[in-house]
């Protein structure tokens, strides 16, 4: 399954670009709409390969296309938020056990996608794996227990809960409505109009005179030394975000993305290795239980993978 290999690769790729994303929202653009100008608009750099293989849809693919790509930013806009109040190691598998329960939901409706019984099992093991690296021992209220469950305390966290689901519902409709236009149209000549569409829609942000005056503000903000860092991220988050989009064209939407749990076993290793010897950058609160409900979930992800494989 060259798909899956593939997919994994995407997963490592981003997991280091979240654990970049956290530290960089933290200590270098603390503004996420700024942030998500930034890279909504990199994301056009795709454009070099448009003499290419950049071929005309017709009118109805085209607005498709654009369409599609102006949900992205709105994503990365709800992404960012949540992640500056939580833990990346608990916000991120928040709205990624969103995503695949959604794509399957939408998968099933609108692309007529169904699944053998060894892959409903695969993937009921990647979304059980997914929920027990966030999960955390809580009081008893089931509104309680999700603030727990994700890091999140108070009135704002709450809205930040509210905003990391949101953000996983946008995803699921964006990576679904991709993977029909990737059905309907050379793979690459889709994905450069998807991704002048979030362009597009990126440029929308500069519209509201109060929004303008904040990015602009947050753009300042990168010096020489930091805007190295950024750019050398999104570098990086552009390969990665390319490999899983090949990945779902090449196979199930719904599973590719149920294979987000494999991106939250990276980036819970990654984050521990970082957080144990440069705590500076990335403190991530642990504890026996912690631990040890973290290894049972990368063993359920891992049985994700027998299944499907």
Do not use: C
Request: aromatic residues 14%; glycine residues 8%.
């Amino acid at each position: 399954m060259d798909w899956l290999a593939i997919a994994i690769a995407a997963y490592l790729i981003l997991a280091v670009v979240n654990l970049a994303d956290k530290f960089l929202l933290e200590n270098v653009v603390p503004s996420a709409k700024t942030y998500t100008f930034l890279v909504g608009a990199m994301g056009l750099i795709v454009i070099v390969i448009a003499p290419w293989f950049l071929t005309w849809p017709g009118v109805s693919l085209l607005l498709g296309n654009l369409l599609v790509g102006a949900l992205f930013p709105g994503a990365l806009l709800l992404l960012y938020r949540s992640l500056k109040i939580g833990d990346a190691s608990k916000i991120i598998p928040l709205i990624g056990g969103v995503v695949p329960i959604f794509t399957i939901l939408l998968a099933y409706l609108f692309l007529g996608e169904r699944f053998l019984t060894m892959q409903w099992v695969a993937i009921i093991y990647l979304l059980l794996g997914t929920v027990m690296l966030a999960y955390l021992p809580a009081s008893n209220t089931l509104w309680s227990k999700m603030l727990h469950w994700f890091g999140l305390k108070g009135t704002k966290n709450k809205t930040a809960v509210i905003t990391a689901i949101a953000a996983g519902i946008v995803f699921a409709i964006f990576f679904v409505g991709s993977k029909f236009l990737y059905d309907s149209q050379p793979f690459l000549s889709s994905f450069i109009w998807i991704r002048i569409g979030t362009f597009l829609a990126t440029l929308s942000l500069l519209i509201p005179r109060k929004v303008r005056k904040e990015i602009f503000h947050g753009l300042k903000s990168l010096k020489h030394k930091n805007s190295a860092l950024f750019f050398s991220n999104q570098g990086i988050a552009a390969i990665g975000f390319l490999l899983q989009n090949y990945a779902i064209f090449l196979g199930s939407v719904a599973i590719v993305n149920a294979l987000q749990g494999v991106q939250y076993a990276f980036l819970l290793v990654l984050g521990g290795l970082i957080s144990a010897f440069f705590p500076k950058l990335l403190k991530e609160n642990v504890s026996k239980m912690i631990i040890i409900q973290k290894i049972l979930a990368v063993i359920l992800i891992s049985m994700g993978l027998y299944f499907i494989i």
